[in-house]
Nanobody, 122 residues
Framework: QVQLVESGGGLVQPGGSLRLSCKPS????????LGWFRQAPGDQRELVAT???????DYADSVKGRFTISKNSADNTMYLQMNSLKPEDTAVYYC????????????????WGQGTQVTVSS
């Protein structure tokens, strides 16, 4: 019932910028929280950034000051603006939305996108 589609990944040079988009098939306001996670080969999936239904944000220490998570109700899309990219940012980035009973009539739980590859390299 819930699909999240990421886009915007690609190859970028160190120091460059990239903006990822996550567009759910349902309304953004149905999610108590939304977030971006990433997973590099051989590593565990890690939190990058989250944003709550009220707009509160949290970031991994490794991306603070460089990444910005946001959402836009007009186009029903969540974004991750990534600046000053480093090779260690290379990973598959996943969009996640969490549904809770107070936000939606849809089943509670975590919903994941398919992932989009971000490669930071010269």
């Amino acid at each position: 019932q819930v699909q999240l589609v990421e886009s915007g990944g690609g190859l970028v040079q160190p120091g460059g910028s990239l903006r990822l988009s996550c567009k759910p098939s349902t309304n953004l306001f149905g999610f108590s929280s939304l977030g971006w996670f990433r997973q590099a080969p051989g590593d565990q999936r890690e939190l990058v950034a989250t944003i709550t239904i009220g707009g509160m944000t949290d970031y991994a220490d490794s991306v603070k000051g460089r990444f910005t998570i946001s959402k836009n109700s007009a186009d029903n899309t969540m974004y991750l603006q990534m600046n000053s990219l480093k090779p260690e940012d290379t990973a598959v980035y996943y969009c996640k939305g969490t549904i809770r009973v107070f936000t939606s009539t849809l089943p509670e739980g975590d919903y994941w996108g398919q992932g989009t590859q971000v490669t930071v390299s010269s």
